[in-house]
């Protein structure tokens, strides 16, 4: 196959093609970013709480006066665990993708702005919490029974705390985070034990670098560790487990209120939180597909236009010998030539999209291996397009030549 | 000619009627996403209390100390006041109306048995609340300064809370348990939504579901209510009393001006009073600090657009124009077949222009039939918004210059798609043409 016809004829429609190409190129750029952000979303969704999530649900109640606070633990504890199915019943003041409670700044040295280590959820979990949780120790050991200490607001005043290992290779890189110390404004913390997996209440919210920075507190049941409860049953009875709780609390505690919303099985707070996350995903899914539908209905129009154009001279060739299958690798090549020259233009608009994108909305670079199965995608998506109108050509009877019209 | 070159427009079309889908279908596609996302952003920027917008104002301070040090991930301490500021501003009374506020949410326990305890939403504010931002009453009215002062315990539900707890009898002087106090019924107030809530702390709240009550702050206060939003404490040490505390900004502030030098005095006046609480040692930072702004300049500030907001919109602009290209080549080939008759009209006496008229009506054309399937398309995209979680979803609808929009830039889309095309068919040379025929 010679490129040199086609290139020639290509030069006489220099219009035509520059706007096939240009098409090419946009959608060459939005398909590399969007299919970008795409992936991004789908590994936001994919965070890894660290918790068996399949078999926990949470269970708020509020309305209760503090100083109650003791007596509707132990009610609510009893009778909970006393329903058929219940596994477990502790306490925990926040979960993953439920309401955040517990997020304050944390500083090695104490009330001090200089030494910060960050922003971090302070998990407080009464006994029980990290077995119910699932959590996995990697380092240290676990707290003992003299470790549950009362805590009025955030935390104990001086707890021993499990971090997270993504908190410990952050505050302290490259050392042993056990017996290490650090402050939240007068509250004093030395760490014990490293979890392998944590994630925060709302992991999204604060970074991609921070979705696991969480301190496992340990803390005595009352103070402000209440009316938060941590229900844990096997998976399939757990939706059946999570109704009869709810529908128990009215009989267990009559005066408070029991918080809907935030009553409900991990999965689906986690599905919740996800929502926006996975609409946003659908609707790039749904660009991506529509921008290449318009794309190759483009090129299927302009194609059949120059077939139709080109019918005479399609005819002379082949009445002077070329074959079907000539005439069907000329316009599938000169499809190649235009997307070619398309996905060139393309790739440096792709990536100047995606700078753009990365001063506007905290997005990572474009990794280079985008590019080309771009191209790959773009390149099948010319040669499908073209496939119809090129077989028409080949269809062209040769006697079209010995017509006038 | 007109009505010819619409007639011959339509023939045209009729003609190949695989390429005029194609080229409907594509515009309809790109300009029923771009639609979706501006009417979604045109919601989000519009003016939450027309006619009143103009001469409401909101002053801000930076009682902040010099060595403060604001993190950029959690919300600025100075979009609110402290309580000392506050009362301060209200007590000075320079604008024609002023009141401070803060949101708050209650477990109301209701009198009837039949009703399980829930949690309501309201607001927290000082007497001339009402007046400020026109609040339409029902019944009764709101409460005096007098009631301000003496902490009364009174209460006013806005009409969906008043018919949940007392039918269709209104509540006026029945008492509402509110987490353990009792509040007296004084009014009720007619519907009243504006979005986003200007008024509210817009860093925790500020599209959705509308205040239930309003109560005075001073009673908030002294019966130490629980707030909604943003309490930033940069106190050293624990007063006990954080809500009356000079280093916690919690309170929202608005003013009535009404002209413009109204305006600049009350911003002299705030300067004035940040430099007089610098020379007092309460402040560090200049008096220039003070800020009055406008609301809807207010809400430019806050921006509160998401950004996955304005990521979409550009997502669907970008298709928009992908779709514009594609449109151009096609017409291209459309307008490029006809030479033969091009050159006829030509050679029979028609000047470019004509041709180019004519062209232009035809992908004007076009653009009417793209932009109704627009609309449609649009609407689907706006119901599909609507079922979103985001707070602002339900408020996408459509309005009557969203529609007209529509059509218009489906029009335009459409005509500066024709020009290239239309151009290129008019420069076609008559002779050669007729020759082939």
């Known amino acids: 196959m010679q490129i040199q016809p086609v290139l020639a004829a290509l030069r006489r429609h220099r219009l035509a093609t520059l706007l096939i190409a240009m098409e090419i190129a946009l959608a060459c750029a939005v398909l590399c970013n969007a299919c970008f952000l795409v992936v991004q979303r789908w590994k936001l969704i994919q965070t890894n709480s660290g918790v068996d999530e399949s078999s926990l649900a949470v269970l708020t109640v509020n309305g209760f006066e503090p100083n109650q606070v003791t007596d509707l633990n132990a009610r609510m504890l009893n009778g909970l665990r006393a329903l058929p199915g219940m596994q477990s019943v502790s306490l925990i003041n926040q979960v993953p993708f439920g309401p955040q409670v517990g997020a304050a700044g944390i500083s090695l040295d104490q009330g001090s702005f200089t030494n910060t280590i960050g922003v971090v959820d302070f998990v407080l979990a009464g006994p029980g919490t990290f077995q119910a949780l699932g959590l996995k120790l990697v380092e240290g050991s676990l707290p003992s029974a003299d470790d549950y200490l009362l805590a009025t607001n955030l935390a104990p005043p001086d707890a021993r705390v499990l971090v997270s290992r993504a908190l410990a290779d952050h505050a302290w890189p490259g050392q042993s985070p056990l017996g290490k110390e650090f402050w939240c404004d007068k509250l004093h913390f030395r760490v014990i034990g490293v979890v392998d997996h944590l994630a925060r209440a709302h992991p999204h919210d604060w970074g991609a670098q921070s979705v696991e920075w969480t301190v496992f507190t340990p803390a005595q049941p009352g103070g402000s560790l209440a009316g938060t409860y941590l229900l844990r049953a096997s998976p399939d009875e757990l939706p059946r487990v999570l109704r009869a709780a709810r529908d128990a609390v009215p009989k267990i505690a009559p005066d408070v209120v029991l918080d809907q919303e935030n009553s409900q099985t991990i999965d689906d707070l986690r599905t919740d939180y996800f929502k926006s996350d996975r609409i946003m995903i659908d609707l790039l899914i749904g660009v991506i597909v529509t921008m290449l539908g318009v794309t190759a209905l483009g090129i299927v129009g302009l194609a059949s236009f120059w077939v139709q154009q080109r019918r005479r001279q399609i005819g002379i060739r082949r009445a002077i010998g070329a074959t079907r299958g000539d005439i069907l690798r000329y316009f599938q090549t000169e499809n190649f030539l235009i997307v070619t020259f398309g996905i060139v233009l393309g790739m440096a608009l792709a990536y100047a999209l995606n700078l753009l994108l990365m001063t506007h909305y905290e997005l990572p670079r474009l990794p280079l291996y985008y590019l080309p199965i771009g191209a790959l995608v773009l390149w099948g998506l010319g040669q499908l397009a073209v496939l119809g109108p090129a077989l028409r050509a080949a269809a062209v009877p040769p006697v079209v030549a010995t017509r006038s019209v | ?437």
């Open chain 2, 1 to 437: 000619m007109f009505g010819y070159y619409v007639d011959m427009a339509l023939r045209s079309l009729k003609r190949s009627p695989v390429l005029t889908a194609l080229m409907v279908l594509a515009i309809g596609l790109g300009i029923g996403a771009s639609m979706t996302m501006i009417t979604v952003l045109h919601v989000m920027t519009s003016d939450p209390l027309p006619g009143r917008s103009a001469m409401l104002f909101t002053p801000h301070l930076d009682p902040l100390p010099l060595d403060h040090k604001h993190r950029d991930d959690g919300p600025d301490p100075t979009d609110n006041l402290t309580w000392p500021d506050a009362m301060a501003l209200l007590s000075a009374h320079r604008a024609k109306l002023q009141a401070a506020m803060a949101g708050g949410s209650l477990l109301l326990r209701p009198a009837r048995a039949d009703l399980r305890p829930f949690t309501v939403s309201g607001r927290y504010g000082t007497a001339e609340l009402f007046a400020l931002f026109g609040i339409p009453f029902e019944h009764g009215q709101g409460w005096s300064s007098g009631d301000d002062a003496s902490r009364a315990r009174v209460i006013v539900l806005g009409k969906t809370l008043d018919r949940k707890l007392f039918g269709s009898a209104s509540g006026i002087g029945q008492t509402v348990r509110l987490g353990d106090s009792d509040f007296r019924v004084i009014g009720v107030t007619a519907d009243w939504r504006p979005q986003p809530m200007f008024y509210a702390d817009l860093s925790a709240q500020s599209f959705g579901d509308t205040d239930q009550f309003f109560l005075p702050l001073s009673a908030a206060v002294d019966l130490k209510l629980q707030i909604n939003g943003n309490q930033s404490s940069w106190s050293k040490n624990d007063s006990g009393e954080p809500m009356t505390d000079a280093e916690m900004t919690w309170l929202q502030f608005w003013v009535q001006l009404d002209s413009a030098a109204q305006v600049q005095a009350y911003h002299q006046f705030l300067m004035d009073y940040s430099a007089q609480q610098k020379v007092l040692g309460r402040f560090q930072r200049p008096a220039t600090e003070a800020k009055l702004y406008s609301l809807m300049g207010w809400l430019e500030h806050k921006n509160l657009v998401p950004t996955d907001v304005r990521l979409q919109l550009w997502l669907a602009l970008g298709f928009l124009v992908v779709c514009i290209v594609n449109i151009v080549a096609l017409l291209l080939a459309k307008f490029l077949r006809r030479s033969g008759e091009i050159s006829v009209r030509r050679a029979l006496g028609a000047r470019r222009r004509d041709i180019f008229l004519q062209l232009g009506i035809e992908s004007a054309t076009v653009g009417v039939a793209g932009g109704v399937l627009g609309l449609l398309i649009a609407e689907l995209g706006l119901w599909s918004v609507r079922r979103r979680p985001d707070d602002y979803a339900q408020f996408a609808q459509m309005d009557m210059s969203m529609l007209l929009g529509t059509l218009a830039l489906a029009v335009v889309a459409s005509v500066l798609a024709g020009l290239l095309p239309a151009w290129r068919a008019c420069r076609v040379q008559p002779a050669l043409q007729l020759k082939t025929l």
